[in-house]
C-alpha cells in the first residue's frame, strides 16, 4: 500500500494549541468484522491489534485523575475488543459519557446477540457509519450486503429506544464522501437521511454527521495510485477556513492507540505523529523542550496537565478545517 506520510509532513498549516482536555478517543484495536474503502485505521477482519486489560485500567485510572467528559470508543470494530463491555461499565460507574463508533453490522455477528441491549442498559450513545442513504453507494464503499445488515442494526436500534430523542440514547449517522470531494452540507444532507430513512425503512436517527476523507492510509493509498493525490489536496488547501481552527477536535481531545501511546488525534495516530512531549532544556535553561523523539504512554501522562500544550500538525489537518469543517462530531459550523 502507498504510503502518503512523507507528502504531508512538509506543511505551512497554522499552529494550534490545547484548550481543556474533555474527551479521551480510545482505539481498541484494529479487528473489525468490515474493510471499508473509506477506512483511515486500515481495519479488517485479518487485523490482530486489540487494546488489552493493563492497558483499559491505566485508561480508567486516567479518567480517575482527571476531569473526563466522555469516552470515545473506536476501531476496527471496538465491540470486537474481548474488554469492551468491561471498559464500557467500568466507564459508566465513572458517570462518563460513553460514545461507540459502530458500524452496524457488528450488532448481528454471530456471538454479539445481546450486544445492543448492552449498549442500551448501558446508555451508550451510538455513533454509526451510514456512508449513504442507498444500497448502490454504501455496497461500493463497505462491502456487498452491508447497507441491508446496517438497515436491520437501525432497526433494533429503535426497537430499543435509540434515535428518538431521548438524550440518554441518542443515536447519531455518520456520512463519509464516496470520492475525493468534500462533504454536502450537514444540515440539508442530514434531511435527506431523514426523509428517505423514514419513508422506505421507517428508521429514525437522532443527528448526521459529515465527516471528510482524510489522505491518509486506505484512502490516501487509493488517491496516490490513481494519481488524485495533489487534486485532493488543492482541494482541501483552497477550502481551508480560518474560522475552523477555533473548533477543531484536537484542541479538546487526545487519542489512544491499540497500545496505550497517546496522540492529538485519531489521524495523527495513523500517521504515527506521537504527542508532543517535553524534555529539560540545556543546564542553562530552566525551560522545557517540546520533542517527538519519545513516544508518550497514557501511563506517563496521569500527573500531567495538557493544558496550553502545542498540537502536531501537518497538511492533512487542511482535512478538519476545509469548506464546513469535520471533525468526529461532523462539521464544525
Not at 473526563?68 to 459519557?97: C, M, S, W
Not at 448492552?118 to 457509519?129: G, K
Not at 444540515?187 to 459529515?210: A, G, N, S
Not at 500544550?309 to 462530531?329: K, L, N
Request: negative net charge; hydrophobic residues 35%; aromatic residues 8%.
Amino acid at each position: 500500500m502507498l504510503d502518503t506520510r512523507e507528502r504531508l509532513l512538509n506543511s505551512d498549516f497554522p499552529s494550534v494549541t490545547r484548550t481543556k482536555l474533555e474527551t479521551l478517543q480510545v482505539n481498541l484495536g484494529y479487528k473489525c468484522n468490515l474493510s471499508c474503502t473509506h477506512c483511515h485505521v486500515n481495519a479488517g477482519p485479518n487485523r490482530k491489534e486489540l487494546m488489552s486489560r493493563e492497558t483499559i485500567d491505566q485508561l480508567l485510572e486516567y479518567i480517575d485523575r482527571h476531569d473526563i467528559q466522555a469516552l470515545d470508543l473506536t476501531g476496527g470494530a471496538p465491540e470486537l475488543n474481548p474488554d469492551f463491555r468491561y471498559f464500557v461499565v467500568e466507564a459508566r460507574k465513572r458517570g462518563v459519557h460513553v460514545m461507540d463508533r459502530c458500524n452496524l453490522t457488528i450488532l448481528l455477528e454471530p456471538g454479539q446477540e445481546d450486544l445492543a441491549q448492552f449498549l442500551s442498559d448501558n446508555q451508550v450513545e451510538i455513533v454509526a457509519s451510514l456512508p449513504c442513504y442507498t444500497q448502490d453507494n454504501v455496497d461500493a464503499q463497505r462491502g456487498k450486503g452491508v447497507f441491508d445488515g446496517s438497515i436491520i442494526a437501525l432497526q433494533l436500534l429503535n426497537s430499543l429506544g435509540y434515535g428518538h430523542g431521548d438524550s440518554k440514547k441518542p443515536l447519531s449517522l455518520v456520512y463519509n464522501p464516496g470520492g475525493a470531494f468534500l462533504p454536502p452540507a450537514q444540515q440539508q444532507l442530514e434531511e435527506d437521511y431523514t426523509v428517505h430513512l423514514r419513508k422506505h425503512f421507517d428508521i429514525e436517527f437522532d443527528q448526521l454527521y459529515t465527516i471528510t476523507n482524510m489522505p491518509i492510509s486506505r484512502f490516501g493509498a487509493v488517491l496516490a495510485a490513481k494519481g488524485e493525490f495533489e487534486n485532493y489536496m488543492d482541494l482541501l488547501r483552497s477550502s481551508f477556513s480560518q474560522e475552523n481552527l477555533d473548533s477543531v477536535m484536537c484542541k479538546s481531545l487526545i487519542s489512544i492507540d491499540w497500545q496505550g501511546y497517546v496522540f492529538d488525534c485519531d489521524f495523527n495516530q495513523m500517521l504515527d505523529m506521537p504527542l508532543l512531549t517535553a524534555k529539560p532544556a540545556p543546564p542553562e535553561s530552566n525551560e522545557l523542550i517540546a520533542t517527538t523523539e519519545t513516544r508518550t504512554h497514557i501511563s506517563d501522562l496521569l500527573q500531567r496537565d495538557l493544558l496550553g500544550s502545542s498540537i502536531v500538525v501537518a497538511d492533512h489537518c487542511y482535512g478538519c478545517t476545509a469548506g464546513q469543517g469535520s471533525s468526529c462530531g461532523g462539521a464544525l459550523d
